[in-house]
């Protein structure tokens, strides 16, 4: 089947405008998680998402930063008045259940202007 | 926070050399994973090691889990320039639950 899906690839906004990231996560999977990964860094924990259970948000940087997820289907990560330092990868990946390999999409790179 | 960290930071090997990148977490895990990420885009599994195995061989990868020491390492054998990427190691459960935490990568680079 089709593999982690994120939308757009690539996102340049304006700061202090609000972005939206979608991820389709593969049919079934019932964890979700979101990553940041600035220039040459590592993967930066954002949030995760486990079937019907309160989502981990403890590694939301801000309250400008949110996601939600619809059941066990799509997600999206929402940004408010972006700032420079927004300016990553984000990347989003699914897993079918919690302590088993995740799959990841190809990211969204996302430039704040 | 990082629950892992590589060593070493960079590598830099010629083809048909080995190479060999550590791992250190710090709770306790009940598996640990290494992926691959090419071009700074999505991230690739490799192969999941269990706390109840020491060793793990997949192809020309090689793993090994330490848990007295919280540490791991991954061997490429026969490396080839198409083994350049970067590498990291992630555990479920770094700083509480059920999260897959990552370290903070190793940068492969084989030359020909």
């Known amino acids: 089947g089709a593999g982690v899906s994120q939308s757009p690839s690539n996102k340049v906004t304006e700061k202090g405008k609000d972005v939206e990231l979608r991820c389709d996560p593969i049919s079934g999977h019932t964890a979700l998680y979101w990553y940041r990964q600035r220039l040459g860094q590592g993967l930066e924990f954002l949030i995760y998402f486990q079937g019907n259970s309160a989502p981990d948000k403890s590694g939301l940087p801000s309250d400008r930063f949110s996601a939600e997820r619809t059941g066990e289907s799509v997600s999206t990560l929402t940004i408010q008045r972006t700032q420079q330092e927004d300016s990553a990868v984000y990347l989003c990946?699914?897993?079918?259940?919690?302590?088993?390999?995740?799959?990841f999409g190809q990211g969204t790179r996302l430039t704040v202007v | 926070s990082q629950q892992g960290e590589e060593d070493p930071q960079a590598l830099s090997i010629q083809e048909g050399e080995n190479a060999t990148m550590n791992c250190s977490y710090k709770?306790?895990?009940?598996?640990l994973q290494w992926y691959r990420q090419n071009s700074g885009r999505g991230l690739v599994h490799l192969i999941l090691i269990r706390s109840n195995e020491r060793e793990k061989h997949s192809g020309r990868l090689r793993v090994t889990l330490d848990t007295s020491k919280k540490s791991s390492s991954l061997l490429i054998t026969a490396s080839r320039a198409a083994d350049t990427a970067s590498y990291f190691c992630?555990?479920?459960?770094?700083?509480?639950?059920?999260?897959?935490?990552f370290g903070t990568g190793t940068q492969l680079k084989v030359e020909l």
């Open positions: 709770t306790s895990i009940n598996n």
């Open positions: 990946a699914s897993s079918p259940r919690t302590v088993t390999e995740a799959f």
């Open positions: 992630a555990t479920p459960g770094g700083g509480g639950g059920n999260k897959l935490t």
